[in-house]
């Protein structure tokens, strides 16, 4: 049976719908799998609105513009669920619950994924979230196949991960007690107590959960699918789709608006990275293959049990290192400047503290108090020493990621491309990426970026391009003239030394 000929008819129940992974497999079940019978959406009620009213809000952003153009009845088949994977029992109501009886298969994808949360949101979404999923999942008399999201950084004491349960480092019921019982700041100030191996919450709350998963294993039907980092879509539903500042595409386009100087990172480090997209087909090929190995377990009447994980990573495909992100980026901002940039996209990565520093005062908050005091002298409210803190909240958060480099092993995601048939190949097929136009891609990230984060044209006009050329022209006057006096100085000074 064919991937496509497996998921028809069935039921999925997706968590996470709100999120940037849940909305791009949102998307793709309905524009890929057009026989699906139901997608149940996992949503809460926020700023006001139902989960209905945020699924129609959902519906409308440019992610789903195909679907909405060519397959307009594929949306019928979405039907919100009202709750909350940081609640006991999800805050599912019964009438709901029963909605769900001929669930199939279940994506567990919502989490909370700022490295900066508070250690009480981290475990009861990210941990507690996991188990109520999973005692959800047993009142499922259909259920076929549990596919759980987790992070390749879940491990991150470890140089190389495998596709493997490691050893926990805590107790995830103790974990689960002490954050319901104690206070958000209480448990901050227990957080490298808890976990002096993770970085954050996030790794530590998402590695918890593995566990939990792990010990379901000889009650349901479970994978774990681990990401890496997770960026801009490759191809589908079109290139460079992104919704969110987080991570290294923000970073990207703080540097292209000319708001960020320097990045205190090692310029060697080869990240790994994987396109939203290449994740959401994993999710669906994995969730396959486990459904398909849970029935020849029925049949063959064997009692084993084996959790399959699968790090959905670059690993040794790895070709671009920070800094050669990063000069590419610029590149690109010179050719297609922004809009919005209101300076030169320069600076780099060092690994040299000393030097960040003098680079992040001299060329990024004196510039930014100078401005933010000329735009309250015009009646307006300041702007850039804000974009400036976040700036630095988020690179103090990446640092360990943007200094660290893993090796991340996916011989089981690699062999997951076995599976899928010829003919749905270009529907289904995830590793092709890696042997892709880096430049390109980036190129596609940089254009998603002006479209659909800074709200931008597909090209930039005559005044950007303009206004680019006159930045260049003044900030490489500025930076010769002062060296034209710093040498001319120190010739003085030695002048005056060796002969007066």
């Not at 994987?274 to 994740?279: K, L, Q, R």
């Not at 040794?316 to 922004?338: A, H, M, Q, T, W």
Request: some cysteine.
């Amino acid at each position: 049976m064919s991937i496509t000929e497996f998921y028809e008819g069935q039921e999925i129940f997706i968590t996470g719908g709100s999120g940037f992974i849940g909305k791009v497999l949102i998307e793709k079940i309905l524009r890929s799998l057009p026989k699906i019978a139901k997608v149940y959406i996992l949503l809460r009620s926020k700023k006001g609105k139902n989960a209905n009213e945020r699924l129609e809000d959902i519906l409308q952003i440019p992610l789903f513009k195909y679907v909405r153009e060519e397959q307009p009845e594929a949306l019928k088949k979405l039907v919100p669920i009202d709750g909350d994977c940081q609640e006991l029992g999800l805050a599912i109501s019964s009438v709901d619950l029963e909605k769900l009886q001929n669930v199939s298969m279940i994506f567990h994808v919502a989490a909370t994924v700022r490295f900066d949360d508070d250690m009480k949101t981290s475990i009861l979404l990210n941990t507690r979230g996991t188990l109520e999923m999973l005692k959800l999942a047993q009142q499922l008399p259909q259920l076929k196949a549990f596919v759980h999201v987790s992070t390749t950084y879940s491990h991150p004491d470890l140089n190389e991960v495998d596709e493997k349960i490691y050893p926990p480092y805590f107790d995830w019921r103790t974990a689960i007690k002490i954050a319901e019982t104690y206070d958000q700041q209480t448990l901050n100030i227990f957080l490298r107590k808890f976990c002096p191996e993770h970085p954050n919450s996030y790794t530590f709350s998402k590695s918890l959960a593995e566990h939990i998963v792990d010990d379901y294993r000889d009650k349901l039907p479970v994978v774990i699918l681990r990401p890496s980092i997770v960026v801009s879509s490759y191809r589908e539903p079109f290139s460079g789709w992104i919704d969110n500042f987080n991570g290294p595409v923000g970073l990207l386009v703080a540097c292209g608006l000319g708001v960020m100087r320097t990045n205190h990172s090692e310029p060697d480090i080869k990240p790994d990275i994987v396109p939203v997209d290449i994740v959401a087909k994993a999710l669906l090929v994995a969730g396959y293959k486990l459904a398909k190995d849970n029935n020849a377990k029925l049949m063959s009447n064997n009692d084993e049990s084996k959790l399959e994980i699968y790090n959905c990573c670059a690993s040794s495909k790895r070709v671009l290192s920070v800094g050669n992100i990063i000069d590419i980026g610029k590149e690109i901002i010179f050719e297609l400047p922004y809009e919005k940039s209101i300076w030169l996209p320069e600076g780099s990565a060092t690994r040299c503290g000393l030097w960040h520093y003098w680079r992040l005062f001299t060329l990024q908050l004196i510039p930014a108090i100078i401005l933010d005091g000329l735009i309250r002298l015009a009646g307006e409210p300041p702007v850039l020493l804000r974009i400036q803190r976040r700036i630095q909240s988020t690179s103090q958060i990446l640092q360990v990621f943007t200094n660290t480099e893993w090796q991340f092993n996916n011989g089981n995601l690699k062999s997951l491309e076995n599976l899928i048939e010829e003919n749905e190949r270009s529907t289904f097929t995830f590793m092709d990426f890696y042997d892709t136009d880096m430049t390109q891609y980036l190129l596609n990230c940089a254009k998603g970026a002006r479209k659909f984060l800074l709200k931008e044209g597909p090209t930039p006009s005559s005044g950007a391009r303009f206004r680019m050329r006159i930045f260049k022209i003044v900030h490489y006057t500025i930076i010769y003239v002062g060296l034209y006096y710093i040498v001319k100085n120190v010739l003085n000074i030695l002048y005056r030394m060796l002969f007066k």
